[in-house]
T-cell receptor
């Protein structure tokens, strides 16, 4: 059973370009979470999605950032017009369960995408 | 509201000695508590969780954690440290009380360094 897959593992973009990060959850998991990690700030929640729905995007910047989890295919975190401050490691996690049952399930993390903006 | 604190940025311990990585939390209801470990250039790996029941929780790689409600703590422990335990450790909490969040809040992480 493959774990959470993320690609690319490393992504280099110039300022103003778009970054597209992909995440395939563990088989059977329908909950996806995106986090950003900076060395001095720890792990920061960005967005929580279920299939075709954004459940909580309270941690995601209002501009330039968007996320989706379509019925088919991986979850996508898209950053438009990247700036140097977007350089970070972006982690995707997935969990199983529905409704209240998902609340105590641990999250399984992917290896991350390290975004560097030149 | 929920929050978690890991008061130590770094913990140093000699191989073979017991280790403790501290975590305290704040919730308005009851907590679900988790520990994760992150090795360099890797994602977080789940170690253990407290949901209910016994206050002492045993997890992967010989780690355990004790839930202490009166002290609002959930310290991670291991009786005998290995050099391979050197990594970044994250505590996370979810408040399952009224107004709680289904998104866990993670601590800033504690770097554990085990010296040979």
């Amino acid at each position: 059973n493959a774990g959470v897959m993320q690609n690319p593992r490393h992504l280099v973009r110039r300022r103003g370009q778009e970054a597209r990060l992909r995440c395939s959850p563990m088989k059977g998991h329908s909950h996806v979470y995106w986090y950003r990690q900076l060395p001095e700030e720890g792990l920061k929640f960005m967005v929580y999605l279920q299939k075709e729905n954004i459940i909580d995007e309270s941690g995601m910047p209002k501009e330039r950032f968007s996320a989706e989890f379509p019925k088919e295919g991986p979850s996508i975190l898209r950053i438009q017009q990247v700036v140097r401050g977007d350089s970070a490691a972006y982690f995707c996690a997935s969990s199983s369960g529905t409704g209240a049952l998902s609340s105590y399930n641990e999250q399984f993390f992917g290896p991350g995408t390290r975004l560097t903006v030149l | 509201a929920q929050s978690v604190a890991q008061p130590e940025d770094q913990v140093n311990v000699a191989e073979g000695n017991p280790l403790t990585v501290k975590c305290t939390y704040s919730v308005s209801g009851n907590p679900y508590l988790f520990w994760y470990v992150q090795y360099p250039n890797r994602g977080l790996q789940f170690l253990l969780k407290y949901i209910t029941g016994d206050n002492l929780v045993k997890g992967s790689y010989g780690f355990e954690a004790e839930f202490n409600k009166s002290q609002t703590s959930f310290h991670l422990k291991k009786p005998s440290a290995l050099v391979s335990d050197s990594a970044l450790y994250f505590c996370a909490v979810r408040d399952i009380g009224a107004g709680g969040s289904y998104i866990p809040t993670f601590g800033r992480g504690t770097s554990l360094i085990v010296h040979p």
